[in-house]
Every structure is written in structure tokens, then in C-alpha cells.
């Protein structure tokens, strides 16, 4: 007998929470914003509205599926199933958060905070949350496939990340490595900047178009249901021992950047999450490219 879907409420801390975490009570809250000229009402509002929705799509899930809920500080100790439905009610950041951790889970988003987030992710609102969670349970799912990006390194370390990975150094230093295509034979070169970042077409609307646009860049960016990744190198710096003139590209499926550690530490971390992040030290290497799996978002 096969299981039961079960649905996996993904939800984050709300600014609320974080200020009664650190002040102890609301009224002290309060008066921490008001000292700076803010007020607390607005933030409360959001925290209640993130919870109403919460509710809402805990409330939305059938009566036999199982239930389970994971914080997005929780994530990389949660262990998801192949029968689940993911269920992210928050915003865009927080899909893409969950996204590393999932092996072709349907992912349905709910936006708690519609007009404040762009909802490119989070594109459904809490009421729709029963008809989504039937749809997103049946094998003919209408989903997005959205491309993610992967790092994989030499003793076997494994990332992926929906956005974009970023490898460099642990803090405000430069970082010292070789890159180059990941092909036999390939000229490679030796450099010095404040790191790499990989990212998908999903991660165009974020920071890689950002770097996009900072270069002037003439390569068309992805979509993000398209197989294509573009890289840049930030911050290069010209040396007698270092070079700039491998800082931008695209790979397609199939293809790799490959990077060698030549300081200390390089650290490579997806979609911001800092805390889950690969480490390299002198002489590991590492390939970037398009991953395997792809996030299937719900239509």
C-alpha cells in the first residue's frame, strides 16, 4: 500500500518574532522602533498576516494526508520524502532556500505578503491552498521545471541552489584559485578577486543580473526554465601572477567551470544560505554546472 501524500508547510521566523526574541516583550519592541523613528504596527500586521496564512493552508490540507511542518533555520536537518508536497508560504527567497534540499518534490508557493514580494516564486495566495494541494498531489501535476545550478567538488562535497552559487572567501579578503572550463586540456588561469558567482535563469532577477548589468554584459540572460547558466568573476585584480581575461561566460548542459583552490579557504554557498555552505582549502577543486534536478514548481 503506498503512503499518503503528505504535505511539508515550509515557513520562516517573521521580523516580529525576531524583535520579541530579542526584547522579551511587544511593548519593549515597540519602544526599541520608536526610538528610531518606526513603528511597530506595520511589522506586527505582516507577522499576523503570515500566520493567518500559515493557518489557512494548514487548515486547506486533505484530512488524510499526513501533515508536517519545517523553519527555514531547520531545513538542512529535515529529511524529505519522495511522497511530499512542499508547500512554501512565505516569500520568493524562501522557495529557493527549500529548493537545494528537494529531489523533484512538487513545490507549491504562497505568497504571505501579496504587492511587498514580487511573487515570481510565492505566485498563489492561501485561499487557493485546497485546490493547489488536490492538483499538486496528483501524478499529472502541472509544474515549471526550473533549472538549478551545481557545485560538486573533488572529495565528493555536492550543492545545489536555485538562484546561484557563490564561491569565495570566507570573509572580506581575496581569494586565490584557478579557474577555467572543465575539458581536457583546457587553458585555465590563475586568479585573485572577491570570488565567482554561477546563477540560473531564476537567479537573473536577483544578483547575477546585478553583475549582469554592472559589466554591460551582451550575453542574453536565461529564462528559468532554460538549460543555460552565466557566470562572472567579481572584482578581478591584474597581477604578474594573476590574470582577468576569463571573468564572464555560459554554460550549457553538459558543460562545466571548473575552480582551484590556491589559498587557504574558498567557501561555495547557494542562495545566501551562508550557513550550509562547501569548503575548499589549497589544491581542491571544483565543477560547476547544470544540475540534474530541477525544481518543480506548481503551476
Given at each position: 500500500?503506498?503512503?499518503?501524500?503528505?504535505a511539508?508547510?515550509?515557513?520562516r521566523?517573521?521580523?516580529?518574532?525576531?524583535?520579541?526574541?530579542r526584547h522579551?516583550?511587544?511593548?519593549?519592541a515597540?519602544f526599541?522602533?520608536?526610538?528610531r523613528?518606526?513603528?511597530?504596527?506595520?511589522?506586527a500586521?505582516r507577522?499576523?498576516?503570515?500566520?493567518?496564512a500559515?493557518a489557512?493552508v494548514?487548515a486547506?490540507?486533505?484530512?488524510?494526508?499526513?501533515?508536517?511542518?519545517?523553519e527555514?533555520?531547520?531545513l538542512d536537518r529535515?529529511?524529505?520524502?519522495?511522497?511530499?508536497?512542499?508547500?512554501?508560504v512565505?516569500q520568493?527567497?524562501?522557495?529557493?532556500?527549500?529548493?537545494k534540499y528537494?529531489?523533484?518534490?512538487?513545490v507549491v508557493?504562497i505568497?504571505?505578503d501579496?504587492?511587498?514580494n514580487?511573487?515570481?516564486?510565492?505566485?498563489?495566495?492561501a485561499?487557493?491552498?485546497?485546490?493547489?494541494l488536490?492538483?499538486a498531489?496528483?501524478?499529472?501535476?502541472?509544474?515549471?521545471?526550473l533549472?538549478m545550478?551545481?557545485?560538486?567538488a573533488?572529495?565528493?562535497?555536492?550543492?545545489?541552489?536555485?538562484?546561484?552559487?557563490y564561491?569565495g572567501?570566507?570573509?572580506?579578503?581575496?581569494?586565490?584559485?584557478?579557474?577555467?572550463?572543465?575539458?581536457p586540456?583546457?587553458?585555465?588561469?590563475?586568479?585573485?578577486s572577491?570570488?565567482?558567482?554561477?546563477?540560473?535563469?531564476?537567479?537573473?532577477?536577483?544578483?547575477?543580473r546585478?553583475?549582469?548589468?554592472?559589466?554591460?554584459s551582451?550575453?542574453?540572460l536565461p529564462?528559468?526554465?532554460d538549460?543555460?547558466?552565466?557566470?562572472?568573476?567579481?572584482e578581478?585584480?591584474p597581477?604578474?601572477?594573476?590574470?582577468?581575461?576569463?571573468?564572464?561566460?555560459?554554460?550549457?548542459?553538459?558543460?562545466?567551470l571548473?575552480l582551484t583552490?590556491e589559498?587557504?579557504?574558498?567557501?561555495?554557498?547557494?542562495d545566501?544560505?551562508?550557513?550550509?555552505?562547501?569548503?575548499?582549502?589549497?589544491?581542491?577543486?571544483?565543477?560547476?554546472?547544470?544540475?540534474?534536478t530541477?525544481?518543480?514548481l506548481a503551476l
Amino acid at each position: 500500500m503506498s503512503l499518503a501524500p503528505r504535505a511539508v508547510l515550509v515557513h520562516r521566523t517573521t521580523e516580529y518574532e525576531e524583535l520579541l526574541a530579542r526584547h522579551g516583550t511587544h511593548g519593549q519592541a515597540a519602544f526599541f522602533l520608536s526610538s528610531r523613528g518606526r513603528s511597530i504596527d506595520q511589522v506586527a500586521e505582516r507577522h499576523r498576516h503570515a500566520r493567518q496564512a500559515l493557518a489557512d493552508v494548514a487548515a486547506a490540507v486533505p484530512l488524510q494526508w499526513r501533515q508536517s511542518r519545517v523553519e527555514r533555520a531547520d531545513l538542512d536537518r529535515f529529511l524529505f520524502g519522495p511522497e511530499d508536497v512542499v508547500v512554501v508560504v512565505g516569500q520568493d527567497g524562501l522557495v529557493a532556500n527549500t529548493a537545494k534540499y528537494l529531489s523533484g518534490q512538487p513545490v507549491v508557493g504562497i505568497d504571505t505578503d501579496p504587492g511587498r514580494n514580487p511573487g515570481v516564486l510565492v505566485r498563489h495566495r492561501a485561499p487557493d491552498a485546497a485546490a493547489l494541494l488536490r492538483a499538486a498531489g496528483s501524478p499529472r501535476c502541472a509544474a515549471d521545471e526550473l533549472t538549478m545550478v551545481e557545485a560538486v567538488a573533488d572529495d565528493t562535497q555536492r550543492l545545489l541552489a536555485l538562484n546561484e552559487i557563490y564561491l569565495g572567501p570566507a570573509g572580506h579578503q581575496t581569494a586565490r584559485y584557478r579557474l577555467g572550463p572543465d575539458t581536457p586540456d583546457a587553458p585555465t588561469e590563475a586568479q585573485a578577486s572577491s570570488g565567482v558567482l554561477v546563477g540560473t535563469g531564476t537567479g537573473a532577477t536577483g544578483w547575477l543580473r546585478s553583475l549582469w548589468q554592472e559589466r554591460g554584459s551582451a550575453l542574453p540572460l536565461p529564462g528559468p526554465t532554460d538549460a543555460r547558466l552565466l557566470w562572472f568573476v567579481r572584482e578581478a585584480w591584474p597581477s604578474p601572477a594573476t590574470g582577468t581575461s576569463l571573468v564572464s561566460g555560459e554554460l550549457e548542459r553538459g558543460q562545466g567551470l571548473r575552480l582551484t583552490a590556491e589559498s587557504d579557504r574558498v567557501v561555495a554557498f547557494g542562495d545566501g544560505m551562508e550557513a550550509d555552505a562547501l569548503e575548499l582549502t589549497w589544491g581542491q577543486s571544483v565543477r560547476l554546472g547544470i544540475a540534474d534536478t530541477s525544481l518543480r514548481l506548481a503551476l
